[in-house]
């Protein structure tokens, strides 16, 4: 007995019955029927994927695995396009199977691999039936404009909207949320590493339901001009229809934009005041160097060889735990043939040198103790009413908050922010000022002697340690540091901010 495969692309369209699978099962138990000596070894069914690839077809490959372990020697198809929309795989499937002496029968194709002229009618068939791809891609794609032209949204849910049938609707927790950030960072000018850390520290949810906030994250939802009530789609495109790949729009065709599309979670004011914070402080970034400045040693490691700045990637050790290592930046884009520095500098040992350098200054680290935990305690001292205790500490607190709602009245009166989102920040801050209060009167009864000598003694452990860089401070360490070089022979200098001193490590 010949064993016999069917292989098959089903429909995840219900009224689709045609090319169900029971359906196709059903066509090949009744064509194997027809021809004694035939057995069906197994039908293999994709369901619901594009043949213009095999990529994620995992029935197909699973399939050829037991082409090629012998298990049969006939594979049946109903037609070219059910087996692939892709010349290319079309002919290396089959005639790879026809190596391995498997014949694939295209049954309403009239098509056997294993004829004389099996191939050049395959060919003929597997072009028709890929440029029928392309034209089916092509109507989905001018379809799909019309619709985003007129309102229709294509994507996923975000954090404060849901996404069902081509609309958004406001969900109330994530929008909170979404206000909370704009306020900060538009408004209170915090820094957006700043909000990351309050949204992780007081338990707010990411859109996946997580707890652990990125600077990233924040970045994302401020440029997203979805909050405003505003729509923007085409961000992504697919240049080539056969592989599906999506890449980022930079220009290549055209963006779909409408205003005031659906209700927006911020007002207009709001958003200008954050587009306007972004422009302004990417005006100060090193926008030519190709590196951000969001680690230690970004932009700071150079490359004796070309001149460029070296590139962080994150590596995995054996035992689960990662490093940083910092390679050429022109190595990394343009492989060896761009830069043969070959040296990749790890972010603890790029660390090591600097503490090393510091540590060698010459510096009379008492006084500069003594001198430190002297201004400290004489800012808490002005700060806070000749107290650094918690009562104090927690009234300092009150008086920022009564800063902040001021700030927020100042906005509403020069026309910055509208009266719904000057009421919300009242609302948030006097909230704030009670549970404050409330901490205050408790703080006030657990008030204890000696909190000033602790507080001397910890500022004085605190300088001390930094002054060693045994707290790796980002600020202090890209005040201190100006530029680690490598070179060829592997060593490497280190220069210090404003200091003539060359320190040179080898390895």
Not at 75 to 103: C, H, M, W
Not at 148 to 177: C, H, K, Q, W
Not at 327 to 350: F, S
Request: glycine content about 8%; hydrophobic content about 35%; proline content about 2%.
């Amino acid at each position: 007995m010949m064993q016999v495969a069917g292989y098959c692309r089903v429909s995840t369209d219900k009224a689709d019955q045609a090319n169900s699978f029971a359906s196709q099962q059903r066509y090949f138990q009744a064509y194997i029927a027809n021809h004694p000596g035939w057995c069906l070894y197994a039908v293999y069914a994709d369901e619901g994927l594009s043949g213009t690839s095999t990529k994620k077809r995992q029935a197909f490959h699973r399939m050829m695995a037991d082409a090629r372990a012998g298990r049969f020697q006939l594979i049946l198809t109903k037609e070219v396009s059910r087996f692939s929309r892709n010349i290319v795989d079309t002919l290396s499937y089959t005639r790879e199977l026809k190596r391995l002496g498997v014949a694939v029968e295209f049954v309403t194709d009239h098509i056997n691999t294993m004829d004389g002229d099996g191939e050049l009618r395959l060919s003929i068939m597997a072009t028709l039936a890929q440029d029928e791809s392309r034209k089916t891609s092509n109507r989905v794609v001018w379809g799909q404009t019309r619709q985003m032209e007129n309102g229709v949204v294509f994507g996923r849910s975000l954090l404060g909207y849901e996404v069902a049938d081509g609309r958004l609707t406001i969900e109330p927790a994530g929008a909170e949320t979404v206000r909370l950030i704009f306020q900060k960072y538009a408004v209170e000018q915090a820094g957006t590493a700043e909000i990351a850390r309050l949204l992780t520290r007081q338990g707010y949810r990411t859109h996946r339901g997580g707890r652990q906030w990125k600077t990233s994250a924040i970045l994302k939802i401020l440029k997203n001009e979805k909050y405003v009530g505003d729509l923007v789609q085409k961000k992504t495109y697919t240049p080539d229809y056969l592989t599906h790949e999506r890449r980022t729009n930079r220009g290549q065709v055209p963006l779909i934009r409408l205003t005031d599309h659906h209700e927006p979670i911020i007002s207009r004011q709001i958003w200008e005041l954050a587009q306007e914070r972004l422009r302004q402080n990417n005006k100060h970034r090193d926008t030519g160097s190709g590196h951000s400045n969001r680690y230690i040693f970004s932009g700071r490691i150079k490359c004796a060889a070309c001149g460029a700045s070296f590139v962080g990637r994150m590596r995995t050790r054996q035992d689960g735990t990662s490093v940083r290592r910092w390679a050429c930046g022109t190595a990394v884009r343009a492989g060896k043939a761009g830069c043969n520095i070959g040296k990749l500098v790890r972010d603890d040992d790029a660390m090591h040198m600097l503490k090393t350098a510091v540590q060698s200054l010459p510096m009379d680290t008492p006084a500069i103790i003594r001198n430190v935990t002297t201004l400290a305690m004489d800012a808490i001292r002005s700060t806070q009413g000749g107290t650094a205790d918690e009562p104090a500490r927690l009234q300092w607190e009150l008086e920022r908050i009564q800063q902040k709602k001021e700030a927020v009245m100042d906005a509403y009166f020069s026309g910055d922010i509208t009266k719904g989102d000057m009421l919300a920040m009242k609302r948030r801050y006097d909230d704030r000022s009670a549970a404050l209060q409330a901490r205050l009167q408790a703080a006030a009864q657990a008030q204890r002697d000696g909190q000033m000598q602790r507080l001397r003694a910890a500022i004085q452990s605190e300088v001390a340690a930094l002054l060693r860089l045994d707290i790796e401070s980002e600020v202090l360490c890209k005040t201190v540091l100006d530029r680690l070089t490598v070179f060829p022979d592997r060593h490497m200098e280190l220069r210090l901010h404003d200091l003539p001193q060359v320190f040179c490590f080898t390895g």
